[in-house]
Nanobody, 123 residues
Framework: QVHLVESGGGLVQPGGSLRLSCAAS????????MGWYRQAPGKQREYVAT???????HYAEFAKGRFTISRDNAKNTVYLQMNSLKPEDTAVYYC?????????????????WGQGTQVTVSS
């Protein structure tokens, strides 16, 4: 089983940027889709973005125009570049991966999850 480890979280001021990384313990080439969810305090985990093997990207509405997902198969790593961060972006961000994927996936459908990295947006 491939393990996913997130990094890059931290404290940032509103309007700032962060780049999250998700490193896999093995090859990610077998995963059709890799992506990110987040969970804010007191809220349910919500979808953020996905990137598929063919390079197609999908974003939640709140992420469009501010977040960019990318993957580097040679480094077995997926990234989430987050710009123009807002206090409401504060959450634990989780990486996930799946051998299939569709836009109708629920959280239970993913093969693998990381442990999460905390992002705090505050002045």
């Amino acid at each position: 089983q491939v393990h996913l480890v997130e990094s890059g979280g931290g404290l940032v001021q509103p309007g700032g940027s962060l780049r999250l990384s998700c490193a896999a313990s093995g090859s990610i080439a077998s995963f059709n889709a890799m992506g990110w969810y987040r969970q804010a305090p007191g809220k349910q985990r919500e979808y953020v973005a996905t990137i598929t093997t063919d390079g197609s990207t999908h974003y939640a509405e709140f992420a469009k125009g501010r977040f960019t997902i990318s993957r580097d198969n040679a480094k077995n790593t997926v990234y989430l570049q987050m710009n123009s961060l807002k206090p409401e972006d504060t959450a634990v961000y989780y990486c996930n991966a799946d051998s299939g994927w569709s836009p109708f996936y629920s959280q239970d459908d993913y093969d693998s999850w990381g442990q999460g990295t905390q992002v705090t947006v505050s002045s």
